[in-house]
């Protein structure tokens, strides 16, 4: 019953590790989920409203120099109707940044085909500006000179509001295109710290704001920009489409979050749309994309981690399972031999009564001689039986015992049963050593081997046993044993044909691990099976029993 409660706590403690397990996997992958959202909105307000205060502070200082930057526009106007497009610009520059040590203001020329030929800003000469056409044709129509929200420079990481009007020469209304620029240099402190923000995020792959008047796209503001984003005219119109549509599916303040998969990489968007903190007619979109591939890495991790614990947990529990009923199965054969040791103990007292007075009445005959074998056999399997029922209750003595002596009393004790059996034990001893150890327990030892000996070897054949030292052996012929250590386990019997309960080895093993005892087993088909067993020697010389 011990082993079957052992086997029932590890059972049930593996399903309780299981429940406890998946249950710590349902909270822990939620916690991760909500806290991944949480951080992840956490970082997209933060990013919007650091981009918010520079939009508010650049639309205040873009209505401040408004007036200025068209003033300084007419001024360059003014020039150019008495010069060639393609006349050095020092001179109108020099003037138009008059008392301003930083020179904020460039002017851009560009050619009836709109790519910049005549520039004081060096490195936007040759840029085309068809993509934004549209908007020069929309002020043309108005007789306005345009003015743009300010623009992010990525080559300068500055901010720059342009100017437009077409240049009237020799009649030609559109001989030319005239922008002036006004760098506003002083936020360039803010779009670094934004920046700084981003790069704490490796996850953020880019980040835009988009403003929209009344009368539809004012500008893009790129925080971060995806390395594979092509930067041309027809690029950047889709994105303002693509940045317009989106705009149409969010309310003020709503946060939309759009996930999908690109190129086997997870990737989640986050947009929100809110009126501008200078004008309400205008509408700025925020938008962050993140890869999330890693977090779902993390994710998959954790599943995969669960899913091995729950199938090692369930194949321990099968295991278990089986274990469990093997002992159940043993459990039952014990208390089958105790019921016996109980049912057997008064018959056998019985005839071993009546047998030696029918001896004594009538004296010793073949049938005498068949029964007393016959009990003695029962006397065997009894004393096997009661070792394994009290071997954990009782404590037995440990004495010096003469080996080759105890040897000779059990061999004369079991040559009765070998002899009703037409077999003959043999012993050869050349040896007279002393062991340390229990007589019940040697005297299980060997009258296990020699009932074993006697029940399968070949009818007529010769049991020898051979005393050599400290090594004691048992040979007899017969069939080859299969598995030299399956039939040490208790209940285990090679040869069903013969009767017994499999206990008889499995009690020499436990003795022998009790004393230390090498056991060998040597089996070979037509050699014949020899037991042998190494004794610690006790080095007192004086013969006990």
Not at 84 to 112: E, M, Q, T, V, W
Not at 302 to 307: D, K, P, S, T
Not at 496 to 505: C, D, E, K, Q, W
Request: proline share 1%; aromatic share 10%; glycine share 4%.
């Amino acid at each position: 019953m011990k082993n079957i409660k052992i086997s029932s706590f590890i059972f049930i403690l593996i399903t309780v590790f299981l429940v406890i397990d998946f249950i710590g996997y349902k909270l822990l992958y939620t916690n991760m989920i909500s806290s991944h959202e949480k951080d992840t909105r956490i970082l997209f307000y933060e990013i919007k409203s650091q981009t918010s205060d520079l939009l508010a502070k650049l639309s205040h200082d873009y209505e401040m120099k408004k007036k200025d930057l068209i003033q300084k526009h007419h001024e360059v106007l003014d020039y150019l109707d008495n010069h060639d497009l393609n006349i050095s610009l020092d001179a109108i520059y020099n003037r138009i940044n008059k008392g301003h040590d930083d020179k904020p203001y460039d002017i851009y020329i560009a050619d009836k085909n709109l790519v910049i030929r005549n520039t004081t800003y060096k490195m936007d000469e040759g840029l085309d500006l068809n993509f934004i056409k549209d908007i020069f044709e929309e002020h043309y129509k108005k007789h306005i000179v345009g003015c743009l929200f300010p623009i992010r420079e990525k080559k300068s990481n500055n901010f720059l509001s342009y100017t437009d009007s077409y240049i009237c020469k020799n009649g030609d209304d559109k001989a030319g295109l005239l922008e002036v620029s006004y760098t506003f240099r002083h936020v360039a402190a803010d779009i670094e710290r934004i920046e700084e923000l981003i790069a704490k995020y490796p996850t953020v792959k880019m980040a835009k704001a988009y403003s929209f008047t009344n009368e539809g796209f004012s500008y893009e503001l790129m925080l971060k920009e995806d390395p594979t984003y092509k930067r041309t005219g027809k690029e950047i119109i889709k994105a303002q489409k693509r940045a317009q549509a989106l705009l149409h599916k969010l309310k003020d303040h709503n946060l939309l979050v759009e996930l999908y998969v690109k190129d086997g990489r997870h990737y989640k968007t986050l947009s929100m749309s809110a009126s501008s903190p200078i004008s309400s007619d205008t509408k700025i979109l925020y938008t962050i994309q993140l890869d999330e591939s890693a977090f779902y890495t993390t994710l998959g991790q954790l599943n995969l981690l669960m899913f091995l614990i729950s199938v090692m947990g369930i194949v321990g529990i099968l295991f278990i399972g089986k274990i469990r009923g093997k002992e159940l199965r043993l459990s039952n054969q014990d208390k089958f031999v105790q019921s016996a040791m109980h049912e057997i103990k008064t018959p056998l007292s019985v005839i071993t009564l009546n047998n030696e007075l029918r001896q004594i009445e009538y004296g010793k005959d073949q049938y005498t001689e068949e029964i007393e074998s016959a009990l003695k056999v029962l006397h065997n399997a009894y004393n096997s039986m009661g070792y394994i029922i009290t071997k954990d209750e009782l404590q037995f003595e440990v004495e010096t015992l003469c080996l080759k002596r105890v040897l000779e009393e059990r061999i004369a004790f079991f040559q009765t049963i070998a002899a009703s059996n037409n077999k003959q034990i043999v012993l050869a001893a050349d040896s007279r050593c002393n062991i340390e150890m229990s007589l019940t327990e040697l005297m299980r030892l060997i009258d296990n081997n020699l009932s074993n000996a006697v029940k399968y070897s070949r009818p007529g054949s010769q049991i020898d046993v051979r005393l050599q030292g400290n090594r004691l052996s048992f040979h007899t012929k017969g069939d080859p044993v299969k598995d030299k250590r399956k039939i040490f386990n208790k209940y285990v019997r090679e040869n069903t044909t013969v009767g017994g309960y499999g206990l008889g080895l499995s009690i020499v093993e436990e003795i022998g691990r009790r004393y230390n005892i090498e056991i060998e087993v040597v089996s070979e088909e037509g050699k014949g099976t020899t037991f042998s067993y190494i004794f610690n020697v006790c080095t007192d010389n004086t013969t006990q029993r």
